[in-house]
């Protein structure tokens, strides 16, 4: 049973188009994250969910928005998408948000290609 | 801010040689410090972590001591094995104000030959 699994694993798409991506943990973890990789393999973080609370949003384009329906589920829409959206997005979550010894747990990601 | 800096790769080895990967930090807090291993088409997984000073993780024959003195976590293996090949990432995670975040440097790719 996978612990962290996000849909779709692959995305292709034209510029302008809107998609979304789906995010399910089952480690009962309160905290869950999106994060973007790009094509020389850095990480970067987007946004944090805490209980379904918005805890980080880095600088981020307003054509990304996530969704916590509940602590188990995070989505990531983005509206929009231009060449340079191209990644892969990975979700992960946490035990919590408040310890700095939290390990993260990562889904497979979703390689996003916009055309 | 706080930032991660690990050697650029890739590196190369032959099955058997011993591992280096250099990785310092800066943070404005106490960091902890983590090792992630990424394997072709999957996502990052924990290999080891250390939460305090002069504490040293270890997991797979891999180890890295915190040093504090030296802002330093540097990966090190004795002997490496073909398996080994995939892509290392050294991170911190600080508090800032929205609670914990975990920054992860640029990573390293490691090819292992037979």
């Known amino acids: 049973d996978t612990a962290v699994s996000q849909t779709p694993k692959y995305l292709v798409t034209q510029m302008g188009n809107d998609k979304s991506i789906k995010c399910e943990q089952n480690l009962g973890h309160d905290t869950m994250y999106w994060y973007k990789q790009d094509s020389k393999k850095f990480l970067k973080i987007m946004f944090s969910y805490n209980n379904k609370e918005l805890i980080i949003n880095e600088t981020v384009p307003n054509r990304f928005s996530p969704k916590s329906p509940d602590k188990a589920h995070l989505n990531l829409h983005i509206n929009s998408l231009e060449l340079g959206d191209s990644a892969v997005y990975f979700c992960?979550?946490?035990?919590?948000?408040?310890?700095?010894?939290?390990?993260?747990?990562f889904g497979a990601g979703s390689r996003l290609t916009v055309l | 801010g706080d930032s991660v800096t690990q050697m650029e790769g890739p590196v190369t080895l032959s099955e058997e040689a011993f591992l280096t990967i250099n990785c310092t930090y800066t943070?404005?807090?106490?960091?902890?410090l983590f090792w992630y291993v990424q394997y072709p088409g999957e996502g990052l997984q924990l290999l080891l972590k250390a939460t305090k000073a002069d504490d040293k993780g270890s997991n797979k024959g891999f180890e890295a001591t915190y040093r504090k003195e030296t802002t330093s976590f540097h990966l090190e293996k004795g002997s490496v094995q073909v398996s080994d090949s995939a892509v290392y990432f050294c991170a911190l995670s600080d508090r800032g104000t929205g609670g914990f975040k975990t920054i992860f440097g640029a990573g390293t790719r490691l090819f292992v030959k037979a």
């Open positions: 943070a404005t807090g106490y960091p902890s």
């Open positions: 992960a979550s946490s035990q919590e948000a408040y310890s700095g010894a939290n390990v993260l747990t």
